[in-house]
């Protein structure tokens, strides 16, 4: 039996585990090490921001965001219904309201188009959600929300080393917030960051992030914030990945393309756009479509991958058609057609950087098999 290919793998071998050995050396284990500033300084100058905050993970900076912009109760946020619920749960946690728009069916990215129509008076944000390797088109996005006096806060998780008409993914949002879950192109196990040019935003966010502790008493509190800290064993981490993130998007860059070569010729699916005319994918993960034409969906054609030993992840669950939400009330009657087709037709293949040639021949081996 060959060994099983999981859905992703990362690359550890440069300078963490020097690194490491270097929080346990002086025993700075805790978030209040010297690699979480050099971590966060670095990090918001490859993006060109004036402030980065380091949190637990990708999930919680979109907490801190949501909450530092003061959403509050009726507030409406307008964002992609195809998206991880991270970004509907900061939103509707704070009890505000996410309002949805589809996705294009090309790109998977929230239709920039429809978001004019879903302005009301209520409306504080939008939230632009950049999707598996290509950003959403922000020039548009950008003029609506300077248009209504609305904010941006841009979710670029799945962008690092991704730019929009050559500007960094994360340069965008009034805040903007990156991921660095293992999956990612930098990761620091569990991780995330929040970057903005605002002092004011910043500094709500590192308190935020620090159980909103206070200056010159520490234990009181004027609001409730979160332990959201990110250990000095994760930032160093994140540090040797981040001295290698151009060789890692290179990386992935020949994965996609191998992967794009060789199943070209499989009849019944689409496979992921490598350009539109503002970006190059940055191939987060290698996403495949199945054609309407084909007798059946993505859950069987996992199954199918499994049992040949391929790792795969659906792709996201629309909002609109969460359980949670609607239990809520939340979008009832609303549909999304492109997201809902994608959800049950979409899914990827490892596409972790640890992936190796031999890896990939066998992924298109069994995809073809699957496919035949
Ligand atoms: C678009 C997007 N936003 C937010 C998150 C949440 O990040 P985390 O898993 O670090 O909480 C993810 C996770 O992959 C994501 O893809």
């Known amino acids: ?49 004036r402030h980065g905050v380091a949190v637990c993970n990708g999930s919680a900076a979109l907490d801190a965001a949501c909450a530092a912009l003061d959403l509050g109760f009726g507030d409406e946020v307008i964002m992609p219904t195809f998206t991880i619920i991270s970004c509907a749960a900061a939103v509707s946690r704070l009890g505000a309201i996410p ?43 950008l003029e609506v929300a300077l248009r209504h006096g609305i904010k941006v806060i841009e979710d670029a998780a799945e962008m690092i080393g ?27 196990g569990e991780g995330g960051m929040i970057l903005t040019d605002d002092d004011a935003t910043a500094e709500r966010c590192r308190g935020l992030r620090n159980l ?11 609001e409730l914030g979160w332990n959201f ?24 860059r020949r994965i996609f393309e191998r992967y794009s070569e060789q199943l070209a010729g499989i009849a019944g699916i689409g496979l992921p756009v490598p350009s539109t005319d503002y970006a ?9 479509v199945i054609d309407d034409s084909v007798p059946f969906d993505a859950d069987e054609a996992m199954g199918r991958l499994a049992q040949k030993g391929i790792g795969t992840r659906p792709f996201f ?38 992936l190796t040639d031999d890896q990939i021949n066998r992924v298109v081996e069994a995809v073809a098999e699957v496919f035949a």
């Open 280 to 288: 190059a994918n940055v191939n987060w993960v290698y996403g495949v």
């Open 229 to 252: 800290r990110m250990t000095n064993m994760q930032a160093a981490v994140g540090l040797a990945q981040l001295e290698r993130l151009e060789e890692f998007v290179q990386r992935k």
């Open 212 to 222: 909103a502790m206070k200056a010159p008493r520490r234990f009181v509190h004027d």
């Open 162 to 188: 991704q730019t929009y008409r050559g500007k960094p993914c994360g340069s965008f949002g009034d805040v903007s917030t990156f991921s660095f879950y293992p999956n990612k192109h930098v990761t620091t």
């Open 99 to 141: 309002v949805l728009v589809d996705c294009d069916a090309a790109t998977w990215n929230m239709e920039v188009s429809a978001i004019e129509s879903r302005i009301t008076s209520r409306t504080r944000a939008i939230m632009a959600v950049h999707i598996y390797g290509l950003p959403v088109d922000m020039d548009p996005l």
């Open 317 to 354: 669950w629309p909002m609109h058609e969460q359980p949670v939400y609607r239990s809520m009330g939340l979008f009832a009657g609303e549909r999304y057609p492109n997201a809902e087709r994608i959800a049950r037709r979409g899914f990827y293949l490892p596409s972790g950087l640890a």
């Open 1 to 49: 039996m060959t060994a099983f290919i999981p859905v992703n793998e990362p690359v550890l071998d440069g300078n963490e585990r020097k690194y490491l050995n270097q929080c346990i050396d002086t025993g700075w284990i805790s978030s209040e090490g010297p690699f979480i500033r050099d971590f966060e300084s670095r990090f918001a100058d490859r993006v060109g921001r």
